[in-house]
């Protein structure tokens, strides 16, 4: 058996027989933990419940209302049926033209009309994976190395390392400053990359941030550009979040309007990656889109998009509906309200129960510091946590150091992919934990104070639906492990 397997994997190549996809992170396996017992209102209400997907379906109502006010959009109706043919043959690379056009006018709406974007320069891929892999092939060869700014995307060392070859180093940021990206980090980075014979391509920024839910400032962002002007290296700004945006000031700033506006530079260096994945909750449509000022890469992203295609019939129902602007402004608006809604019911929430976050404003999640639960400040001690937090508590969230977190005990924790009352059992989970944390360790006194003192700050209502939910036993190795 030994044998036939060692002559398999001689059999295949090196990605096929190695491990480079990263599915043994802890972030992949709380989406394994949460797909074995998924939550369900009434089939399965003990189960886990999904909270480290960074989707949005706060707003699809709106959505399904335009569909059905617009049935021409889908070729698959029968009002659509007459562009069938126009659109079910071949179509090539360069997509639609109206698909480009409605997307890069939507791009500039996002960012509220500061900027605009050349139709010609829009490149469609699968999503912002598929996006992120090409700019990866068109700037880099197998070795090279982007400076990728901490905490970030665990599925950026998918998307970039896999297929690519290409590496990823960390720009070392942490709580200490909030996690701001700063010149110092961004030189010690570099310099220690030279220092180890690796040959930096870029920097690859996420702005707004996955996962901390804050923007870069205006400055920031222009010191960005000096940075990577002086190096003479690209600068890949990942945006995809731009429309998760809600608060009204400071505003969300593009490194479209950095380069047009504030800053001059060698604008061959800057590219954007966008899809409609987060800002209009189309994750399964697979719409990603390169951006890049540079005409070598729009010219090769546009030639290997041919490996990852939107579909004509997602382009031709795409750019129907971004060509509505009473429908897109609309949709923008509602949608950052709701964001704003959910984000302030939740971190009131933690808030009652002596949980923090991080001070954010865009994003589909929060950064929930826990690292005060530690018994110990280390990642092992961070993993104890998160086990108890899946496994008893049941509630699927992404331990930070999947994020390359520097700083033990912070967790992403996403609250736009579910409903007002799935957000409540979540809530009531992590309250019941959290009191009986403090029974296990608080003296009697105190914690009676305590627990009364916490009621008062809640309705009565929803403190019964916090205290009904199921939680975790005392004899958790968490409250254990307590000093």
């Given at each position: 058996m030994a044998f036939a397997l060692s002559n398999q994997e001689q059999l295949l190549s090196k990605i096929a027989a190695g491990n480079g996809h990263g599915e043994d992170s802890p972030y992949f396996d709380g989406w394994k933990a949460f797909e074995s017992d998924p939550y369900h209102p009434t089939k399965n209400p003990n189960g886990v419940i999904q909270m480290g997907l960074a989707e949005n379906l706060l707003c699809h109502e709106l959505v399904e209302d335009w569909l059905m006010n617009n049935p021409k959009a889908s070729i698959c109706s029968a009002e659509g049926l007459n562009e069938f043919k126009g659109i079910a043959i071949f179509q090539d690379y360069h997509g639609l033209p109206e698909f480009r056009?409605?997307?890069?006018?939507?791009?500039?709406?996002?960012?509220?009309?500061?900027?605009?974007?050349?139709?010609?320069?829009?490149?469609?891929?699968?999503?912002?994976?598929?996006?992120?892999?090409?700019?990866?092939?068109?700037?880099?060869?197998?070795?090279?190395?982007?400076?990728?700014?901490?905490?970030?995307?665990?599925?950026?060392?998918?998307?970039?390392?896999?297929?690519?070859?290409?590496?990823?180093?960390?720009?070392?940021?942490?709580?200490?400053?909030?996690?701001?990206?700063?010149?110092?980090?961004?030189?010690?980075?570099?310099?220690?990359?030279?220092?180890?014979?690796?040959?930096?391509?870029?920097?690859?920024?996420?702005?707004?941030?996955?996962?901390?839910?804050?923007?870069?400032?205006?400055?920031?962002?222009?010191?960005?550009?000096?940075?990577?002007?002086?190096?003479?290296?690209?600068?890949?700004?990942?945006?995809?979040?731009?429309?998760?945006?809600?608060?009204?000031?400071?505003?969300?700033?593009?490194?479209?309007?950095?380069?047009?506006?504030?800053?001059?530079?060698?604008?061959?260096?800057?590219?954007?990656?966008?899809?409609?994945?987060?800002?209009?909750?189309?994750?399964?449509?697979?719409?990603?889109?390169?951006?890049?000022?540079?005409?070598?890469?729009?010219?090769?992203?546009?030639?290997?998009?041919?490996?990852?295609?939107?579909?004509?019939?997602?382009?031709?129902?795409?750019?129907?509906?971004?060509?509505?602007?009473?429908?897109?402004?609309?949709?923008?608006?509602?949608?950052?309200?709701?964001?704003?809604?959910?984000?302030?019911?939740?971190?009131?929430?933690l808030s009652q129960v002596g949980i923090g976050c991080l001070k954010s404003n865009a994003g589909l999640f929060l950064w929930m510091d826990l690292h005060h639960l530690l018994k110990e400040q280390t990642y092992k001690a961070e993993m104890a946590l998160w086990r108890v937090i899946i496994n008893e508590v049941k509630l699927n969230v992404s331990p930070g150091s999947s994020f390359h977190c520097p700083n033990p005990g912070w967790f992403r924790v996403c609250f736009a992919n579910m409903d007002d009352r799935t957000m409540e059992i979540a809530l009531s989970r992590i309250t019941s934990f959290m009191l009986k944390n403090v029974e296990a360790k608080v003296p009697n006194k105190k914690k009676l104070c305590w627990q009364r003192s916490l009621r008062l700050s809640m309705s009565s209502r929803r403190m019964d639906d916090f205290m009904a939910s199921p939680c975790m036993s005392p004899q958790s190795p968490l409250v254990q492990a307590r000093t």
């Open positions: 056009n409605a997307v890069a006018k939507f791009m500039g709406k996002v960012r509220g009309n500061r900027v605009t974007f050349d139709p010609d320069r829009i490149v469609m891929s699968g999503g912002a994976t598929g996006a992120h892999e090409t700019v990866a092939f068109c700037l880099a060869d197998p070795g090279d190395a982007f400076l990728v700014p901490t905490p970030y995307y665990p599925g950026f060392d998918r998307d970039l390392r896999w297929r690519t070859g290409v590496q990823l180093v960390p720009v070392v940021c942490d709580s200490s400053n909030d996690f701001k990206v700063t010149m110092e980090a961004l030189e010690a980075a570099y310099e220690k990359a030279q220092e180890s014979n690796i040959r930096i391509k870029g920097v690859l920024i996420t702005n707004p941030s996955n996962p901390l839910g804050t923007f870069l400032d205006r400055e920031t962002l222009k010191d960005i550009v000096s940075f990577i002007n002086e190096k003479n290296i690209h600068l890949v700004c990942d945006e995809i979040y731009a429309a998760t945006v809600f608060t009204k000031e400071p505003s969300f700033v593009s490194i479209a309007e950095i380069i047009d506006q504030d800053i001059a530079c060698n604008r061959n260096l800057i590219h954007i990656v966008y899809s409609l994945s987060k800002d209009m909750g189309f994750p399964g449509f697979r719409v990603g889109i390169i951006y890049s000022y540079n005409d070598q890469v729009v010219s090769c992203a546009r030639k290997m998009s041919s490996f990852g295609l939107v579909s004509s019939q997602t382009q031709h129902l795409i750019a129907t509906m971004l060509s509505d602007d009473e429908f897109v402004e609309k949709f923008i608006a509602e949608s950052a309200k709701r964001i704003a809604e959910r984000h302030k019911a939740f971190t009131w929430g």
